[in-house]
C-alpha cells in the first residue's frame, strides 16, 4: 500500500507540532530528573548508569529516552547517551540562568492550565486560576498564597530573562540613569543586571511584598546595597519619586490598554522632565501573524495570568506612550526572543 503520509518541511512541522506538547513534558521530565546535568558530567553513560541515577523503572526510562532522542535532545549510539549539542548548551546546568529551570516553570504552571483554552477564550476571562486558591484577578497575586510554586514561577521568569536580557543591558538609553524605578521587577535578576553593567546606577525594585523577599536570589544579592526594595500593589501604591527612568520588564503585556496607560501615567508624573520610560516586552508582528513565543504568551495571559494582555505589536505601546505625554518615543525592534525595547522621554 503506498505511504499516505504527506512530506515536504510544512508537514514534518505539523507533524512535530501535534506531538510536541508530549515532547516538551518529556524534556521538563528530564531535566527535573537531572538527566542532562547527569550526562553532562558522564557524556557516554548506558542505560543501567541511567537507570540507577534516576530510579525510573527500567520501561518507564526506556519510553522516556526514547522521547528524549526522539525529540534531539540526547543521542544514543552503540547503547552510549550524550546530551545534543543545544541540550547541552542550554539544559545541562542547574545555574540561574538555565533553561531547565524554565521549562519546569511552564510545566507546572502554564501548560497544565492551556487545557481550558476554549473555555477561557469563550468566556472571555482567565477560568484557569480557579484552580488557584484566592479571590484575587490575577495569578501573579494568587502566587503569593502557594510560596513553593512562586518560587518556581519566579525561577523560571529569571532564568528566561536571563537568557534573553544582554540586548537590553547593553542598550546606551540606561548609560546616564542614576537612579532606576524597576517596576515589577521580580526577584531583581533583571536590576541585578543592569547594575553590574552601570556601576554608577542604584535602582529600587518594585513588587509585590512575597516576591521582594525573593529578591535576595543569586543574582541580586551582590548587589544588596545598591537596591531598595519597595512592596506593595503597583495599581494602588503611589510609585516612589526621586528616580530618572522607570523600567517595565515584562510587565505591561500582562494588562487591557486602559491598564497600561494607568501604569505609564504613575511612571509620568514621577519621572523630572528629561526621565525616561523603559517598556522591555514581547511584541508580535504589526500584522500579527508571527511570533511563537508572542503567542505562548497571550494564550497564557488570557487562559491563567491576567484574562487580557498579550505581547502587543510596537505600535500599540508607541500609543499608549504618546497618549500620555511622553515624546521622542520609539521601538528598539527584534531583540533577542522576539522582544522590544520601547523609549520615552518626559518633556
Ligand atoms: C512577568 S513578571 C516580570 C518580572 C521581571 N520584571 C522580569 O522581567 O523578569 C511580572 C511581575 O509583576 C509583579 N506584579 C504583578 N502584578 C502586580 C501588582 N498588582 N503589584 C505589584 N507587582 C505585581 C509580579 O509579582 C511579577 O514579579
Redesign the pocket.
Known sequence: MPSQQKSGPEYERFDFLMNAPALFNAAATAAELGIFIFLSENPGSDFASLRKFTGVPEHQLRVLLQAVCAAGLMERTDGAYRNSAVAQDLLASDEPDSWAHTLIGWKEIYYPAFGQMTKALKAGTNTALESYPGDEP?L??RLTHNPELEAVF?KA??AF?LASINDLVEREEFAAVTNLL?I???DS??TARLLERHPRMRSTV???PS?SRLAHGKEAQKFLDRIDLVT????DTPFPKGSDAVLF???LG?FSAEQIVTLLKKAYDVLPPGGQVFI?DYNVTEDETKGIYGARLGLYFNILASGTGMAYPAEDFEGWLTEVGFENVRTVSELDYEHGFHIGVKP
Open positions: 490575577t501573579y497575586k519566579h521568569m529569571a530573562t524597576d515589577g521587577g521580580g535578576t533583571t518594585f513588587d509585590q516576591v506593595g500593589d503597583f495599581f520588564s515584562h510587565v500582562i522591555y
